[in-house]
């Protein structure tokens, strides 16, 4: 990007801001002119003061008490007047700086929660977290400096026409030094616009480096990766700091230029104002006054340079939160409620679906599926890995809509359903655990109205979760630590099935939600979830299932291979009729024993896992 787009496109910005943030800039800008102004009034009272004031008493030995006191009087309000001037700028400019941080932040996450999970999958978490952070905060950087940066303009306006009117020799001089003033920051704006720019999206990469690192911490140690891990992050780090020093070495070159020019402008108007005293074509009040001036001068014009400093990074931090703020693909609720009560029917007909890449492409991985989980019913969703079954999950919850064909609830299209019908009816239970950083309750519970604490306890129970809850010192108030870290795996995915049973669904879709509880702990689940004579259940169940327990349980199951469905019927018939289903869940069978030999059960847990089987055919239905 050249200078001059980054100057377009910084000015653009930065109308963003006067445009969200008007009256916190009206009240920084009303500040900055005051004091801006008052600066100039300080350099002729100054003046004043020396030529009425200092001189004559140095020359007569005395000076009129009056104009003593009014001199005196002039400085005090000049230096209240600039007092309040700051502190109008700074409260004005700090409000409208963090009020647009707070609100950028809050529109980011916000559309991060809205996007769909197909945009959050081409994205990487670490960048996400530098999108709501670090871009929010350097889009904003020049805020601070810019209501002082536009009150020094009008103070240079004010400065030069005051200089003419007092002396035209010494305004020659402002008028060299001021264009100078701004040329260099110019110039610095413009070497330091590719280098900020380089640091910021390093620094991005850094976070996501790091995040991955964090995240992938069990990976990374078991398998010896410390080194290279720290060697992929230290590569960063490195490439971070050297762009940092680029741009601190054009700090350290330009700085001193900048701080130098009003200085010499100060010389040169001493030299011009004593050849112009010496000449009597100036008293020393103005001689006085525009040397003071173009002291005071100095650090407000930085002002200018600090914001052309930041815009380059603005301008980055900026469009990457645009792309975030504009990234299409809302999910588009429908309006339609569903009147029904007790298990909702699912139906898929002739589903087609493919992840497609920004452009929009990709290949299909769900083609004709058509199958229906038939209210009351649970169906087992049986395939070889990476045959759709997390993707035919995903289609029921609605995370993703299909490429062609229909997904049907209670034979209303899930695109039409408004979002509480769909959120209210169906609970899906991913193969990764997601437990919140909250106690027990605030995870199982998760606010929603009408879920109290006998609700809970009755999901838990349902899910064979509440022995461990019951075992803890706090209960359903214990804390379990970021991402339930003091749980183990079986627990967290227990507790995760509470979470969605708590909210009595019409279809609860289970995507091999119950892969770390032993056998016999999924079976009395899932046993617990039918209703005790069999016929009806609290919910019609979609699961992706591996084990035979679990697929003897589903009244019917359907076999997929490479997005299609191969056979659909019970266990026994695709065991006779479809040779890759019989292979695979013979293969499911040996990997289980095999496991089991390994893994020497815990006899209580077992019981207790088969207890709660019996409790659970007992047990009121979650939506009694
Ligand atoms: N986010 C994604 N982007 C691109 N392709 C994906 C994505 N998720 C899944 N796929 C692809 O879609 C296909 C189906 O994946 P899916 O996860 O639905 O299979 P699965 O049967 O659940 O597998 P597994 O049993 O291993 O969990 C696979 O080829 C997979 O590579």
């Known amino acids: 990007m050249t200078s001059g787009k980054v100057l377009g496109k910084g000015l653009r910005v930065l109308g963003h801001a006067v445009r969200d943030e008007p009256h916190m800039f009206a009240v920084s800008v009303v500040g900055s002119v005051l004091f801006s102004l008052l600066t100039i009034a300080t350099a002729f009272v100054s003046g004043a003061v020396v030529g009425r004031i200092v001189v004559p008493a140095f020359d007569q030995g005395h000076v009129a008490t009056g104009t003593l006191l009014l001199g005196g009087l002039a400085i005090l309000s000049v230096s209240l007047g600039k007092i309040l001037g700051i502190f109008g700028r700074r409260l004005g400019a700090g409000a409208m700086q963090f009020n647009l941080q707070a609100k950028y932040r809050r529109a980011v996450t916000r559309r991060y929660l809205r996007l769909p999970l197909a945009w959050h999958q081409r994205h990487p978490t670490g960048t996400l977290l530098s999108n709501a952070n670090a871009d929010v905060e350097s889009a904003w950087y020049p805020i601070a400096p810019f209501p002082f940066a536009v009150g020094t303009i009008v103070m240079l306006v004010a400065a030069v026409v005051s200089l003419f009117l007092t002396d035209w020799a010494m305004a020659l001089v402002g008028v060299a030094i001021f264009p100078a003033l701004l040329g260099v920051n110019v110039a610095y704006s413009r070497r330091m616009s590719p280098r900020v720019a380089l640091a910021q999206q390093l620094r991005a990469e850094v976070s996501t480096v790091a995040h991955e690192s964090f995240d992938g911490a069990l990976v990374v140690k078991t398998m010896g990766r410390e080194a290279s891990e720290t060697e992929r992050f230290a590569d960063k780090a490195v490439q971070l700091r050297d762009a940092t020093i680029r741009v601190g070495r054009i700090r350290a070159l330009f700085d001193p230029v900048l701080d130098a020019l009003p200085s010499i402008g100060t010389l040169a108007v001493l030299l011009v104002g004593a050849w112009r005293y010496k000449h009597g074509a100036a008293e020393v009040s103005e001689v006085v006054s525009v040397t003071f001036l173009f002291t005071v001068l100095a650090f407000p014009v930085r002002a200018i340079g600090w914001v052309l400093a930041e815009l380059p990074r603005s301008v980055v931090g900026w469009e990457r939160i645009r792309h975030v703020l504009d990234a299409e693909g809302d999910t588009v609720y429908g309006e339609t409620g569903l009147t029904g009560t007790g298990p909702a ?37 049986v395939g070889p890995t990476g045959s759709g079954k997390s993707t035919i999950a995903a289609l029921a919850a609605r995370l993703v809509d299909p490429g062609a064909g229909t997904v049907t609830l209670d034979g209303v299209d899930l695109r039409e359903l408004a979002q509480d019908a769909l959120v209210g009816s169906t609970a899906l239970v991913a193969q990764v655990p997601f437990v919140f950083d909250d106690t027990i309750r605030g995870n199982v519970t998760l606010d929603r109205a ?22 803890l010192a706090d209960g359903l108030d214990t804390t379990v630590g970021e991402r339930g870290t003091s749980l183990s795996g079986g627990q967290r995915q227990r507790l995760t099935i509470a979470r969605a049973l708590a909210g009595s669904p019409r279809l609860l879709v289970l995507d091999d939600a119950t892969s770390a509880v032993d056998p016999r702990v999924e079976a009395a689940i899932l046993a617990a979830l039918r209703r005790a004579d069999g016929a009806t259940q609290a919910a019609s169940i979609l699961v992706v299932a591996y084990r035979r327990a679990t697929i003897a349980l589903a009244d019917e199951v359907v076999y997929l291979e490479r997005g299609r469905v191969v056979a659909r019927g019970t266990h026994a018939e695709l065991l006779a009729t479809a040779p890759g289903y019989a292979d695979l869940v013979t293969a499911y069978e040996k990997a289980e024993e095999e496991r089991e030999r390994e893994h020497a059960f815990d006899a209580d847990r077992l019981d207790d896992g088969l207890d709660r089987a019996l409790d659970g055919l007992d047990e009121e239905s979650v939506t009694a």
């Open 345 to 381: 029917a699912l139906r898929f007909t002739d589903v087609r679906f493919a992840y497609t890449d920004a452009e929009g492409n990709g290949p299909d991985v769900l083609s004709e599926v058509t199958f229906e989980v038939p209210a009351g019913r649970t169906v087992a969703l």
């Open 450 to 471: 009408g879920v109290d604490d006998d609700t809970a306890w009755r999901a838990l129970r349902l899910a064979q979760a509440d022995g461990f809850v019951g075992h």
